[in-house]
């Protein structure tokens, strides 16, 4: 079956930086677009980063850019989201999301990012 797990997530300081990590397992991960999305306390699951099959295409959230860089490596069937210049209101759970995979897409379990001095 489908599987999403997520993993990186941890405890940094502001202006730190942090690697997600999302291993795919279960489709042809090499032919879909992958989102991280992140939940914070309170507030709406959010787009932070999409990227397309091959790679060739990324776009992000305006309260990302030029921050956090989206990758794959379709050979090690992994998705990837390089945090810089963390910030504290980055602090969110953060998903990864297949959103073609099936009928109604398919979301990781979230990893915890918490951004505090």
């Known amino acids: 079956q489908v599987q999403l797990v997520e993993s990186g997530g941890g405890l940094v300081q502001p202006g730190g930086s942090l690697r997600l990590s999302c291993a795919a397992s279960?489709?042809?991960?090499?032919?879909?677009?992958m989102n991280w999305y992140r939940q914070a306390p309170g507030q709406e699951r959010e787009l932070v980063a999409d990227?397309?099959?091959?790679?060739?295409?990324?776009k992000y959230a305006d309260s990302v850019k030029g921050r956090f860089t989206i990758s794959r490596d379709n050979a090690k069937n992994t998705v990837y989201l390089q945090m810089n210049s963390l910030k504290p209101e980055d602090t969110a759970v953060y998903y990864c999301y297949a959103p073609y995979v099936g009928s109604n897409g398919y979301w990781g379990q979230g990893t915890q990012v918490t951004v505090s001095s």
């Open positions: 990227i397309t099959s091959n790679g060739g295409v990324t």
């Open positions: 279960g489709f042809t991960f090499s032919s879909y677009r």
